[in-house]
C-alpha cells in the first residue's frame, strides 16, 4: 500500500522538482523490495539512473539497485560495479559512503576474499562514528562482527552487545535486514548456543512477516533449517528447508536459491533421502559456480556427509578435497560454520589409511576448538582421534579417548553427532572385543539414528551390530536406550521431558515404552518403577 502511494505521488509530482521525484521513487522502491516484489523495485530504480544522472542522489540510486543485485542476480560482481561508481559519485556524503563500504564488504564476504571484506567493514563502521548515526552504527558493528567471526576471531561479545544496544534504541525504525539481531542469531547458533539461535532467528521471521518484508524471509527461513537440524528438531528443519523453497520462487531471489537449496541438501541427506539430496546439490553447486563462495562450501560438505553416510570414503574425498584448500584460502578459520566439513574428512581420511593428513585436521580442530571455545568441535576432533589410536592399534587408548568424546558430545546438544560419537564408540569396543560395551552403545546409537529419521546411519549401526559376535541379550532384556528412557520415566519425568532429556522424539520414547512394558510385564508408570527397583537389587 505504501509503495502503491509513492508511485502514485511520483507520478503527481511535477517533472521540474526532479529531487522529489527521485526521492519519492526510491522511498517506493524500498517499500516493494520489502514486499517481496524484488523485480519491479529493480525497475524502477533504473528508471531512476536516467534522471539522477551524477551527484549524492545517483550514488543513492546505485546503492540501493546494488543491493537489489546482490538477491537478484548469482554473484556478487555487478552488484560491486554499483557499489564502485556509486563511490565515485558520493562526493562528502558520509550516509553513502557508510552504505558503499558496507556494500563492498558484503561483495567481498560472497566472492570469498575475507580479508578485503573486512577491510570495508572497518571503514563503514569508522564512518558511521564519525556521522554519529545509532542506526547505522548499530548495523555496521553487526555486519563487521560477522566478518570477525567467520575469520576466527571468536563471538565479538563488546561490539555485538553494543550493536543491540544501538538497536534497541532505534529499532522500529530500523529495516530487517539492517539490525543486529538476526545475526547475532545466526553467531550465537555457530558459537553452539543453538537454541538461543532458533529463538533470535524465529523473532526475527516473526518481525519480518509483521511488516510484511518478504525478501528476508528465504535468509532466515533458511537459516532456521540448519539451526533445527543441528538441534534435532527434524521436522521442523523439514518445514523450514521447504519454506525457504517456497520464498525464494516468491521473491525471485536468485542468489538466495543456493542457500535454500543448501538447506533442503541438509536436511534432506541427513534424512537418507539420497537423490532428492544430491538433486539439490547438483543444482545448488551449479548457481554458486557464480555465486557465493560460503554457498558452496555448504553444498560440497553436505555432499561429501552424504558419500560418508553411505559408507564411501572415496568418494567423499572429491569434496572435502576442494574443501581442505579453498575454505583456508578464502580466510574462514572458525570450526562451526555451517560448512563443518573437517571431522567428515579426517573420518574419511582414517578409513583410506592417510592418518597423517586426517592427523592435521584434528589438530586444527582441536586448537580452534580450544582458543574459540568450540565444544562441538572439541568433541569431533576427540572422536576422530580415538578412530586415528584405534586404527594405529592403540585399542586402549582409544577407548579412554572416545569415552571423552561421549562425555563431550553429551554436553553439545547434538542429537545426531551424539549418535556417531556413541557409534563410533561401539566400533572401537567391537575391535577390543569389548562385546557388551559394543551392543550397548551401538544399541544407543541406532536408537539416537531411528528418533531423528536418519535411515542411512540406522542401516550402519544395524551393520556395525550385527559385526559383534557372542550371545544376543535374551528377550526380556532393556537395551540401554530402553533402559534410559525406563529409568527417566521411573523418575517422574513425562514423555516429553524425557524425549528432551535423550534428544529424541516424544514417538521415540512412546514406542520404547510399549516394548519396555511388555519384556518387564508392566502396565504402568508405578509399576515400571517397582520393577526396576526390583531388578536392581536382584
Keep these: 500500500m505504501a509503495a502503491e502511494m509513492l508511485d502514485q505521488a511520483y507520478g503527481l509530482t511535477p517533472a521540474a522538482h526532479v529531487d522529489h521525484r527521485i526521492r519519492r521513487r526510491i522511498q517506493a522502491a524500498e517499500y516493494h523490495l520489502e ?13 531512476l539512473l536516467q534522471l539522477a544522472a551524477t551527484g549524492p542522489q545517483r550514488a543513492e ?3 540501493n539497485l546494488a543491493g537489489i543485485e546482490l538477491t537478484l542476480k548469482v554473484g556478487s560482481q555487478w552488484a560491486e560495479q554499483l557499489y564502485t561508481e556509486a563511490a565515485s559519485h558520493a562526493g562528502d556524503d558520509a550516509r553513502i559512503q557508510v552504505r558503499v563500504e558496507g556494500g563492498l564488504a558484503w561483495c567481498a564476504h560472497l566472492a570469498g576474499d575475507l580479508p578485503r571484506a573486512e577491510v570495508h567493514s572497518r571503514a563503514a563502521v569508522k564512518l558511521a562514528e564519525q556521522l554519529g548515526d545509532e542506526p547505522m552504527l548499530a548495523t555496521t558493528l553487526a555486519n563487521h562482527s560477522f566478518i570477525e567471526f567467520l575469520m576466527g576471531r571468536g563471538y565479538p561479545a563488546a561490539d555485538m552487545s553494543r550493536a543491540l544496544e544501538l538497536q534497541a534504541r532505534s529499532d522500529r ?5 539492517s539490525r543486529p539481531s538476526w545475526i547475532n542469531g545466526m553467531l550465537q547458533g555457530w558459537s553452539g548456543n543453538l537454541e538461543a539461535a532458533i529463538s533470535q532467528l524465529w523473532q526475527a521471521r516473526a518481525q519480518a512477516e509483521e511488516r510484511g518484508d518478504e525478501s528476508a524471509l528465504p535468509l532466515f527461513a533458511s537459516q532456521l533449517a540448519y539451526m533445527s537440524q543441528r538441534a534435532g528438531r527434524m521436522a521442523e528443519a523439514d518445514a523450514y528447508a521447504d519454506e525457504a523453497e517456497e520464498r525464494v520462487l516468491e521473491t525471485g531471489q536468485d542468489e538466495e536459491r543456493q542457500f535454500s537449496l543448501a538447506a533442503r541438501a541438509l536436511v534432506d541427506a541427513h534424512f537418507g533421502r539420497v537423490d532428492a539430496a544430491r538433486r539439490a546439490i547438483e543444482e545448488g553447486l551449479a548457481l554458486s559456480a557464480f ?6 562450501f555448504e553444498l560440497l560438505t553436505t555432499r561429501g556427509f552424504l558419500d560418508m553416510s553411505l559408507a564411501d570414503p572415496v568418494g567423499a574425498m572429491t569434496s572435502f578435497d576442494s574443501l581442505m584448500g579453498e575454505v583456508p584460502a578464502a580466510g574462514f578459520n572458525d570450526p562451526s560454520l555451517p560448512f563443518r566439513y573437517q571431522g567428515d574428512a579426517a573420518e574419511a581420511l582414517i578409513e583410506l589409511g592417510r592418518l597423517d593428513e586426517a592427523q592435521a585436521l584434528v589438530d586444527w580442530l582441536d586448537e580452534r576448538g580450544r582458543t574459540l571455545d568450540r ?6 576432533a576427540a572422536r576422530c582421534s580415538a578412530l586415528i589410536q584405534a586404527a594405529r592399534g592403540d585399542t586402549g587408548g582409544a577407548m579412554d579417548t572416545i569415552g571423552m568424546a561421549v562425555v563431550q558430545q553429551q554436553r553439545v546438544g547434538e542429537p545426531f553427532e551424539l549418535g556417531r560419537t556413541l557409534l563410533a564408540k561401539g566400533t ?8 557388551r560395551l559394543a551392543r550397548e552403545s551401538i544399541e544407543a546409537a541406532l536408537g539416537i539414528f531411528q528418533g531423528l529419521g536418519a535411515s542411512l546411519w540406522v542401516t550402519r549401526a544395524q551393520a556395525e551390530g550385527a559385526r559383534i559376535g557372542g550371545r544376543a541379550p535374551s528377550g526380556d532384556t532393556l537395551t540401554t536406550a530402553e533402559r534410559q528412557i525406563a529409568a527417566l520415566i521411573a523418575e517422574g519425568l513425562t514423555n516429553r521431558e524425557t524425549a528432551a532429556r535423550l534428544f529424541v522424539t ?14 518387564l510385564g508392566v502396565r504402568s508408570r508405578s509399576e515400571l518403577a517397582g520393577r526396576l527397583i526390583s531388578r536392581a537389587g536382584d
Excluded: C, N, Q, W
Design 291 to 296: 555465486g557465493s563462495v560460503s554457498a558452496r
Design 61 to 63: 540510486v546505485l546503492v
Design 506 to 519: 516424544v514417538h521415540t520414547v512412546e514406542a520404547a515404552l510399549v516394548r519396555v512394558y511388555a519384556k
Design 173 to 177: 525504525f530500523m529495516p530487517i535486514f
Design 375 to 380: 565444544p562441538a568441535a572439541l568433541a569431533t
Design 35 to 47: 514486499a517481496g516484489d524484488t523485480v519491479r523495485a529493480r525497475g524502477e530504480l533504473e528508471e
Design 428 to 435: 572401537i569396543a567391537r575391535r577390543g572385543r569389548h562385546r
